[in-house]
């Protein structure tokens, strides 16, 4: 066997081990990306389009909104009115358990001494080997971008609903 040979069949080997690699990684890892057609993406792309906008309460406007105007605005965007009020959102679509969510769902909050009444609101964006990231309107950053598993949020979460099919 020359050098030449050899060569072209240890860059094969390492190709096909590369490639196993590859496969393995990513066909272990739960996805959450979302496709353009998905009415999910829509969602997110416009949740996420209003990027440091300031926090106002009552405010619906890219001058000032709050959590629920975030999610009337982005919901909107797909033909799904939703009520005003982050209380009275957390009525619409179906309960989902937290292991089973998925980019577009929405988590809701209990902000205030009340324990168990819905104050606030975000939306999924990303779900990684169960570590979920969702799109709000914060009092202090305004819109962006905050993880479950942060300890402020996961001691406020409520439950979560899916309004999208």
Known sequence: MNYRNFSIQNRLGINWVLLFLFVFVFASCKSSKVAKDDPAFKVISTAKSYY????????????????????????????????????DQAKQGVKVNTRDLKPGDVLFFATSRRKKRVTHAGIVTEVNKGDIR??????????????????????????ARRLLE
């Open 52 to 87: 440091g906008t300031p926090y106002k309460f009552g405010g619906t406007t890219r001058a000032g909104m709050d959590c629920s105007a975030l999610l009337f605005h982005s919901f909107y965007s797909v033909g799904i009115n939703l009520p005003r009020m982050s209380a």
């Open 134 to 159: 969702f799109i709000h309107a914060s009092t202090s950053l305004g819109v962006s971008e905050d993880y479950l598993s942060n300890r402020y949020w996961n001691k406020a979460f409520l439950f």
